[in-house]
């Protein structure tokens, strides 16, 4: 007996919608039980049918990201996986902190993406390779045991919220900061703390705890 794996897409543009349902419906090992075009019918979805997946699109209407937040609040048992054509380090950490077990880039083949969905049911993760390689690097690059030790307090609070999944404008308004003056922090810290990206920054922060738990009151 085949096991059927159910999977909700996501994606606002009819005719790739389209392309995506026929692309998953020809293995006998998919079934796509429904389909949305914004973040509140994909949603909605996953709640009526409890797909063992759903295949979000980042930029559809609503927020593909605020999505899978909410997906994976209510339908804990649903795998959230991303597909984007977005390689923004600041939507992978989002992606991340979102619940997300997989993030896509959507120039993948369909043989693949099959390949990506069926895995992502067994348990495992996925990353794009592009994005991947830099994970990598910051997680096996040697670091003193407290990277963050020379940060003043406020880069702290930057660390924390960039680990939180929040953009440079999310953190200035939280911080009562400008946009611009929160980039200056970024490229001090980034410096100082001896990373080349964002997502490696929110990596080393969640390993050494400064990631805000659910519920944790930020600074404003």
């Not at 429904?34 to 209407?61: F, Q, W």
């Not at 989002?94 to 993948?108: F, R």
Request: glycine content about 10%.
């Amino acid at each position: 007996m085949v096991l059927v794996i159910r999977i909700l897409v996501a994606d606002d543009h009819p005719l790739f919608l389209d392309g995506l349902v026929a692309t998953l419906n020809a293995d006998e090992e998919l079934d796509v039980v429904a389909t949305a075009g914004d973040a509140l019918a994909a949603v909605r979805a996953a709640s009526d049918h409890a797909p063992d997946i759903a295949l979000l699109d980042v930029a559809m209407p609503g927020g593909g990201l605020d999505a899978a937040r909410r997906i994976t609040e209510a339908v804990p048992g649903t795998r959230v996986v991303m597909l984007t054509s977005s390689e923004s380090e600041d939507d992978l950490v989002a992606a991340m902190q979102a619940g997300a077990k997989g993030y896509v880039l959507k120039g993948v083949a369909g043989r693949e993406l099959r390949s990506i969905l069926k895995s992502v049911h067994r348990g495992e993760t996925y990353v794009a390779p592009s994005l991947a390689f830099g994970m990598i690097r910051g997680l096996t690059r040697q670091r003193p045991a407290d990277p963050f030790s020379e940060l003043t307090a406020r880069e702290r609070e930057v660390v924390e919220l960039v680990a939180g999944g929040l953009s440079n404008a999310e953190i200035g308004g939280r911080l009562g900061l400008a946009e611009k003056t929160v980039k200056h922090y970024m490229t001090a810290i980034l410096a100082k703390v001896d990373v080349g990206s964002r997502v490696e920054l929110a990596l080393m922060a969640y390993k050494a705890g400064l990631a805000p738990t659910a519920g944790e009151p930020r600074s404003e």
